[in-house]
């Protein structure tokens, strides 16, 4: 019988959505993802990662964002 074990993440800003492109390179993967009202984010994971967690165009995931600073621009 597996014991399942609850993750703690100290990353807060999570973000739900659909894989919608994935550009696999030699070393990294460029997922891309809908997160609805026409926004996206795309992220760099490493290839292996990405055959790991065997993530496929269609797939519903989570983003994780621990940004260490931000940056905020006004025209």
């Known amino acids: 019988m597996e ?3 609850p993750m703690k993440i ?3 800003n999570k973000l739900n959505g659909i ?6 390179g030699i070393v990294t993967a460029e997922v891309e993802m809908d997160i609805g009202n026409g926004n ?3 992220g760099v994971i490493t290839k292996r990662s990405l055959e790991d967690l065997q ?3 269609g ?3 989570t983003a994780l964002i621990k940004a260490t ?3 905020f621009i006004k025209d």
């Open 40 to 42: 996206s984010v795309t």
């Open 69 to 71: 600073s931000v940056m």
């Open 3 to 5: 014991t399942t074990i």
């Open 10 to 12: 100290s990353g807060r």
């Open 59 to 61: 797939d519903e995931l």
């Open 55 to 57: 993530i496929r165009q």
């Open 19 to 24: 894989v919608t492109n994935i550009v696999p």
